[in-house]
């Protein structure tokens, strides 16, 4: 019965998605003859949906495979891994595939593919440099109004205190501060990374034909990415 709720609710989110993504596509076909930069809106906007989708869909994935109360660390990863895999293939290569097989039009899935990769690119990167610090801003805010200003907690069997609600200039000399700001980080998940890497796999080898620059593309986005991951797993909580 755990599944109950969550499977209806994937078909929901997946079905709204489609029902989207074939919006857009009409959308496009309709200003395709277009002579105007007006023509390439509808595609730079579906770029943009398809992040801000990914991400809803990432908030609610994770919530709704929590409610499933899985027995074990492995099935949660596997069952969270499962469900983020069939709805961003939806979501990333659905309109591809629609251009590809059913319009069988070159130069329109050449643009889509072109604004999918640059622009999501650019929106992956922003949201990798942003989220790390907003997440550990709004974690310390949460613990000093849970636990209120300039009080301690001690954990239980080691007599090991911690300090919550410290001011700055603490925090940074005395080693309970510096566990209290670890504690306030964000979990690095790897997850994230394997499953924009798979999709940006995708992107070059199945469409590489018509773009045949896409690989280059990704190339040097891996390069800003390797030095953004970097600053990322730093800001964030050891494993």
């Known amino acids: 019965m755990r599944y109950a709720v969550t499977i209806p609710t994937i078909c929901i989110m997946i079905g709204s998605i489609i029902r989207i993504m074939l ?7 309709e200003v395709g003859d277009r002579t105007d930069y007006y023509k390439y809106i509808p595609t730079l906007l579906y770029s943009i949906f398809l992040s801000v989708a990914g ?5 609610v994935a994770v919530h709704l495979n929590n409610y499933e109360m899985h027995l074990s660390q492995f099935e949660k990863d596997d069952s969270l891994i499962k469900k983020q ?3 961003h293939f939806i979501n990333r290569f659905g309109g591809l595939f629609y251009v590809a097989f059913y319009k069988q039009d070159v130069e329109k899935l050449r643009n889509l593919l072109a604004s999918m990769l640059i622009i999501n690119a650019i929106i992956n990167n922003v949201m990798e440099v942003c989220s790390p610090w907003i997440s550990t801003v709004i974690t310390k805010i949460s613990n000093r109004i ?4 300039n009080t301690e907690s001690v954990f239980a069997g ?7 609600g410290v001011d700055n200039e603490t925090a940074n000399t005395s080693w309970k501060g510096k566990v209290a700001n670890e504690m306030d980080k964000q979990d690095y998940n790897l997850s994230e990374d394997y499953l924009e890497i798979l999709m940006q796999y995708g992107y070059c080898t199945m469409f590489v034909v018509v773009f045949p620059i896409a690989p280059a593309l990704a190339y040097i986005n891996n390069i800003f990415e390797s030095s953004i991951d970097l600053r990322k797993i730093l800001c964030m909580k050891r494993p």
């Open 146 to 149: 849970l636990k209120g200003a």
């Open 158 to 164: 080691d007599g090991v205190s911690l300090i919550i």
């Open 85 to 87: 895999f069939v709805f």
């Open 55 to 59: 991400a809803l869909y990432g908030y």
């Open 23 to 29: 919006y857009f596509m009409v959308t496009i076909d």
